[in-house]
Antibody, heavy 125, light 111 residues
Framework: QVQLGQPGADIKKPGSSVKVSCKAS????????LSWLRQAPGQGLEWLGG????????SYAQKVQGRLTITADELTSTAYMELSSLRSDDTAVYYC??????????????????WGQGTLVTVSS | QSALTQPASVSGSPGQSITISCTGT?????????VSWYQQQPGKAPQLMIY???DRPSGVSSRFSGSKSGNTASLTISGLQAEDEADYYC???????????FGGGTKVTVL
């Protein structure tokens, strides 16, 4: 059974950066297709990007390309997402989610069988 | 505006069957067998209900089934129960630079 642990909340000022962690337990972290998604208040889900820790080559959604950095630390089984140049419309719950099945290439990013509890990031002056 | 189109709401009476559609394009739903469906209860993280169009993870009720025809995928909930009231999202692998696209979500109401 895989568990993904995230911090509860963070408040940031416009123009600053936020870094959110996602610590995995159970499963084989290095071969997870680990993604970051967000959900703005009252809105739907949006995939931001992902990483396979073993290959350490992240993929990013076009919308956040250039502002988002995803990293993974195999020693601590922890993934991170850092979003820079924050704006008010970045206010959302940020989820990490994994596909713990056998890695089959980028298509593995399209299934999320385990989810963190979400981190509410509020961007406000 | 979401890449995949879902109805905003669907409702049904207990015991009935309902179907939620998810319409994409030949770059996502129509091209790949990597469509998944998620149930989200208020204030909770989403839960995987269907993956790869029609496969069900262990622990998910057999009342949930998925299918696809052309550019449209569908989630059917049979024998509707009060506990099925939630938001449902579809997702698909995509050949666009953004590898995964979502629908805008469908609110299911049990009358």
């Amino acid at each position: 059974q895989v568990q993904l642990g995230q911090p509860g909340a963070d408040i940031k000022k416009p123009g600053s950066s936020v870094k959110v962690s996602c610590k995995a337990s159970g499963g084989t972290f290095s071969t997870f297709a680990l993604s970051w998604l967000r959900q703005a208040p009252g809105q739907g889900l949006e995939w931001l990007g992902g990483i396979i820790p073993f290959y350490n080559t992240p993929s990013y959604a076009q919308k956040v390309q250039g502002r988002l950095t995803i990293t993974a630390d195999e020693l601590t089984s922890t993934a991170y997402m850092e979003l820079s140049s924050l704006r008010s419309d970045d206010t959302a719950v940020y989820y990490c989610a994994s596909n713990s099945g056998t890695y089959r290439g980028p298509v593995s990013y399209s299934t999320f069988d385990y989810w963190g509890q979400g981190t509410l990031v509020t961007v406000s002056s | 505006q979401s890449a995949l189109t879902q109805p905003a709401s669907v409702s049904g009476s207990p015991g009935q069957s309902i179907t939620i559609s998810c319409t994409g394009t030949s770059s996502d739903v129509g091209r790949y067998e990597f469509v998944s469906w998620y149930q989200q209860q208020p204030g909770k993280a989403p839960q995987l209900m269907i993956y790869e169009v029609s496969d069900r993870p262990s622990g998910v009720s057999s009342r949930f089934s998925g299918s696809k025809s052309g550019n449209t995928a569908s989630l059917t909930i049979s024998g509707l129960q009060a506990e099925d009231e939630a938001d449902y999202y579809c997702a698909s692998y995509s050949s666009t630079p953004t590898l995964v696209v979502f629908g805008g979500g469908t609110k299911v109401t049990v009358l």
